[in-house]
């Protein structure tokens, strides 16, 4: 059992919702969109990797649990409303639409909205990460070290890529949604 059981519930409530039918199969009526299988795992990697560092012990798990209570929130929102609208890019890559993607809308418009918090999120996160990585460097955990510097190169993809390309489904789903109603 994960020592963080928490974050791992919401996973499990998320797998359970799942169904494995994919986006882009016009049998499909449930066009839910679904967070897409390798961010999904990525994510799980994380919190394995949270584990063993809670596991060391001392001032490394004081300084993890530090890490975790800023990531947690940030985790189960980013789930909620990042991750989901990127399920319909595949569909939208090849032109297709269907009304039942209208309800990605409320999640992309609300990461619009929550954006800079969630950048600044991120900060928090690179800051608990720096220090976690010092506490683990005095301890000769290289693996540690490695983890909060991969945890940086998490948060850049998602700034760079991942959060754009939800906001972009967003606006292509709009626009497709007014051209079909034309
Ligand atoms: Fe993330
Ligand atoms: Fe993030």
């Keep these: ?31 839910k969109p679904q967070i897409p299988q390798p961010l999904t795992t990525e994510h799980q990697k994380l919190h ?37 609208p990127l399920g319909l890019l595949g569909s939208l890559s090849r032109g297709e639409y269907d009304p039942e993607m209208d309800r990605v809308l409320e999640m992309t418009d609300a990461l619009g909205a929550e ?13 608990a990460a720096a220090s976690l990585s010092r506490a683990a460097e005095s301890a000769g955990r290289n693996d540690i070290v490695d983890f909060c510097a991969d945890l940086g190169v998490h948060a850049a993809t998602e700034e760079e890529v991942l959060y754009p390309a939800a906001l972009l489904v967003g606006d292509i789903v709009r626009r497709r949604r007014e051209n079909d109603a034309d």
């Design 48 to 84: 394995r990797r949270l584990d063993a560092a809670l596991d060391a012990g001392g001032e490394i798990a004081d300084a993890t649990r530090r890490l975790i209570d800023v990531m947690h929130p940030h985790f189960v929102r980013e789930e909620e409303i990042a991750m989901p």
């Design 115 to 127: 954006l800079p918090v969630m950048l600044k999120e991120h900060e928090a996160i690179r800051e």
């Design 1 to 31: 059992m994960p020592q963080h059981g928490a974050i791992f519930e919401v996973y499990g409530r998320r797998r359970a919702r799942s169904d494995g039918r994919a986006f882009g199969n016009t049998e499909v009526k449930d066009m």
